[in-house]
């Protein structure tokens, strides 16, 4: 770095000498003006000779050794691009999670609609209605969710005591009716189904047929959904689920 430092101002230290010995050597002064502009600019160009240097050396060569050290230090640091499997299986876990949060907001929607729908028609007080989903692929596009099955639960009903004493004096108007009623239910009630003990211990009981006739209807109705996918239930006393 000296050396090429001692060369360059030994240049510049020659260029000025020779241009104060030729305007010495002038003896005219009209010559001498053009003589200045003459070894000026060779003064300039001495000045300039390092910048001039780096364009007349082989930049090609330059980028070639740039590359190659940059190379060397991605293969250091052990940089591994991903390859195309690993880019699908990236791009399927997007879809799927897009497609699972499509599929809950759904649900969530669809159950909202059909409780306001089937409190508005029925009159029942429903506690909680759950959506299950299916997906269904329908030629060669992506598989779409479906209703699968629906679950309606039932508010529990208002016990007896809290029935207004309006009521009460009704019903002792015709004692006998209302005796013969509760026997034949009772008689009836002996012989329970088998979907009536297992709702039962799981803390329901289904709903009469009437009221599931018209729950049915409106589900039917609204999204088209079978009779046999449907399940009425209703809470057997007013305890709030888990």
Known sequence: MMVWLSDWLSDIIAVILLAVLVELLLPNKAMQRYARLVIGLLILLTILSPILRLFQADMSARLDAGMEIWNEQAMEKDIKMPSLEEIQSRANEIRDKRNQEAARITKLTLE??????????????????NVELVWKKQGQGEPTPDIGAITVTLKAPVP???????????????????????????VGSTTKSEPEKQAEEQGYILVNKAETIAIQGVLAQGWGVHKKNILIRQRTDQSVPK
């Open 112 to 129: 909202e609609a059909m409780q306001k729908e089937i409190e508005q028609q029925t009159e029942n007080k429903v506690e909680s209605i």
């Open 160 to 186: 007896s005591g809290s029935v207004e004493q309006g009521e009460t004096s009704i019903k002792a108007v015709a004692p006998v009716a209302v005796n013969i009623e509760i026997n034949s239910i009772e």
